[in-house]
């Protein structure tokens, strides 16, 4: 468990790790009733995949048998919960920094460190705030009066919330427009605070994006990535201690399939 603490202006936060409740923020899903006699992979995931992962897994039980458990949360959240020895047999992170940081730490398996996906930063802005007929504009919309509130992730947590800072700063608009963000912990909060009007525009990845669509709020979103800020690497890596390798390595197989990495980018990934 965390205890956070948010410093006024990019996202800062102290944290205390309690070891004797060690479980992730996120929530655990199973994409599918595990198969009778066989133990899931679990899998720790960044949350911009929530719109696109559970789909694959369950393509991948179907071919494999291999049943799949995913827990939700930060990048930065499962990373100190891996070196924690939290129970999981693979890492999906937003960014490449984690994986080799743990690897070279020995928490992952080196050899295993693979990128599976290429992540856009998007701008998500309510349709209440853009003016019909009007294309949506850049990161200066921000600014606008009518936008009390945007929203991005921690950026001490997240890479799309540390991706999003470095964009308004290398536009010269974080010190101006500090003092509207509010933090979520991780993409999916953010997008929570999008769907409950809390915050009027917000940075998520385009993945989030494009599952926004079929919310009650509506909006529209432009992408910043490569021209604001590049593509995020997003990286995988075989945790050291899972008794589960063979079944790790033919996950992380197959999201380096062309049929995954089809569906990746049909669902807004580079």
């Not at 789909?55 to 494999?64: C, E, G, I, M, Q």
Request: charged share 20%; glycine share 8%; net charge positive.
């Amino acid at each position: 468990m965390f205890k956070f603490k948010h410093s006024k202006g990019d996202g800062s936060l102290s944290g205390s790790f309690l070891v004797s409740v060690l479980l992730l923020s996120g929530v655990l899903v199973s994409p599918r009733p595990a198969l009778a006699g066989k133990s899931p992979l679990h899998v720790a995931a960044a949350a911009d995949l929530m719109p696109v992962l559970p789909h694959l897994s369950r393509a991948f039980t179907k071919k494999s048998g291999i049943p799949v458990k995913i827990s939700w949360g930060a990048t930065g959240e499962e990373a100190l919960a891996i070196r924690h020895r939290a129970p999981y047999d693979l890492f999906l992170a937003a960014d490449s920094v984690h994986p080799r940081e743990l690897a070279r730490a020995g928490y992952l398996e080196r050899k295993s460190l693979k990128t599976y996906a290429k992540g856009i930063l998007v701008l998500w802005v309510s349709k209440k705030i853009l003016s019909e007929g009007k294309t949506l504009p850049d990161t200066a919309v921000l600014s606008r009066p009518e936008i009390k509130k945007f929203a991005l992730a921690n950026p001490r947590l997240a890479p799309y919330g540390k991706a999003a800072l470095s964009c308004l700063r290398s536009k010269g608009l974080w010190s101006k427009l500090r003092k509207k963000a509010v933090y979520g912990n991780s993409l999916a909060q953010v997008a929570q605070y999008l769907r409950t009007g809390t915050a009027q525009a917000g940075f998520l990845s385009e993945s989030q994006a494009m599952a926004q669509a079929g919310g009650s709020v509506k909006g529209d979103f432009v992408a910043l990535s490569p021209a604001c800020h590049p593509y995020l690497t997003q990286a995988m890596g075989i945790v050291s201690r899972s008794k589960r390798k063979r079944e790790a390595r033919a996950f992380e197989d197959f999201l380096v399939s062309p049929e995954a990495q089809g569906y990746l980018k049909e669902h807004g990934y580079h």
